[in-house]
């Protein structure tokens, strides 16, 4: 995959905008402070997934990208276990750490990804000039490189590397941490930084 | 099962034992691992009397006539594999399948037709196409699976599953 050092800054930034609105969502919903990292994007071999997702139980929550590019890829929203525990928890007024998920939590886990991943696609298409919708919401609770992976065989017929557009949001007075990672197939990803080359030409 | 958890690598790094990626295949006398199948299939193919094996980690059914990466779909993955035994030395007639994984995941999503099945299904035809026998199998449901394998545990393979359960095929 063909991808200069500007068009990967161009897609840190895009990144940057969007996860700064789904930042502020969060922050929203749990009443506390977010802090977000600097976005990375990293170009991932599909055998070394494994090194960026392992076994570790995680809440995947996924979404079809529609709109104007339709269908185009996903966007996951990915809270480990305890964080995911601690966030619903923090949702529902309760303090019990050493449970299952139950239907509230899946709601409330569907609603926070939701929120935030509607957040971040519509700040990052609003720069980009185009609809970018997120399609009704999927929740898988499993070891995160068995979920991430199916999600990975949508949108990898054609390509053996992936685009891995990771931020990470973490609340300290919960100590919750979430990743949103974006996930274009070939043809989006096409658009996208031929979108963003415009951007760049016009500064 | 407590006996299983304890034999299955919490951390296969420091084992020495290989985990194969998604499309990445392995052959040879040393453990094996695959972590976290969803949708995706592990075969796994073992000669009872060398003790030796293979693994590969499939992820999508059909290569629709792609040969850059084998290991990634079933219909190239099942004699790639089957070359790789015959390379070892293999006799034919000695040589076993198992094959674990193809869940059903995401199923929410209409436009989504079931790879996992898609998989299961797939991976069985061409093991027939190269006659090889499926011995054991722990394929489908709706949980994520990791698979360990030693060539000199006589073939068989622990699976450790999402929920926590352990089992033997």
Do not use: W
Not at chain 2, 25 to 49: E, K, V, W
Not at chain 2, 130 to 136: D, G, S, T
């Amino acid at each position: 995959m063909k991808i200069t050092e500007r068009e990967l800054d161009a897609l840190r930034e895009m990144g940057n905008i969007g996860a700064s609105h789904a930042a502020t969502s969060l922050s929203q919903m749990l009443m506390s402070e977010v802090s977000m990292t600097v976005p990375e994007v990293e170009i991932v071999d599909i055998s070394d997934l494994s090194s960026y997702f392992g076994t570790e139980i995680a809440a995947l929550v996924v979404f079809e990208i529609q709109g104007e590019i339709n269908p185009g890829g996903y966007v996951v929203l990915h809270v480990p276990r305890d964080s995911a525990i601690r966030m619903t928890n923090a949702m529902l007024g309760s303090e019990d750490m050493d449970r299952e998920f139950n239907e509230m939590d899946r709601s409330a886990l569907i609603e926070v990804g939701n929120i935030m991943v509607s957040q971040f696609l519509d700040a990052t298409a609003t720069l980009l000039g185009i609809v970018m919708l997120p399609s009704p919401p999927a929740l898988e609770i499993d070891m995160s490189h068995a979920a991430f992976g199916s999600i990975v065989a949508q949108v990898a017929f054609d390509i053996d590397e992936i685009i891995l557009f990771k931020t990470e949001l973490t609340s300290e007075v919960h100590n919750v941490e979430s990743t949103i990672i974006l996930l274009p197939d070939s043809t989006t990803l096409s658009e996208i930084l031929e979108l963003l080359n415009k951007l760049m030409a016009g500064n | 099962m407590s006996d299983i958890s304890r034999t299955f690598p919490s951390t296969y790094q420091d084992k020495g034992v290989i985990n194969i990626g998604i499309g990445e295949y392995h052959a040879g006398d040393f453990p094996m691992t695959s972590i976290g199948l969803g949708s995706c299939i592990a075969l796994i193919l073992h000669d009872r009397s060398l003790h030796v094996g293979a693994v590969v980690h499939i992820m999508l059914p059909g290569s629709n006539g792609k040969t850059e990466r084998p290991g990634k779909f079933a219909d190239t993955a099942v004699p790639t594999l089957f070359d790789e035994m015959m390379a070892l030395g293999s006799n034919k007639r000695s040589i076993v399948a198992r094959i674990a994984g193809g869940a059903s995941m995401f199923s929410q999503f209409k436009g989504n037709l079931d790879i996992g099945n898609r998989n299961i299904i797939a991976t069985k035809e061409a093991l027939e196409l190269c006659h090889i026998r499926l011995e054991a199998e722990d394929v489908g449901g709706t949980v994520g699976r990791s698979i360990y394998y030693n060539p000199l545990d006589n073939g068989q393979i622990i699976i450790r599953k999402a929920d926590g359960t352990c089992l033997e095929i």
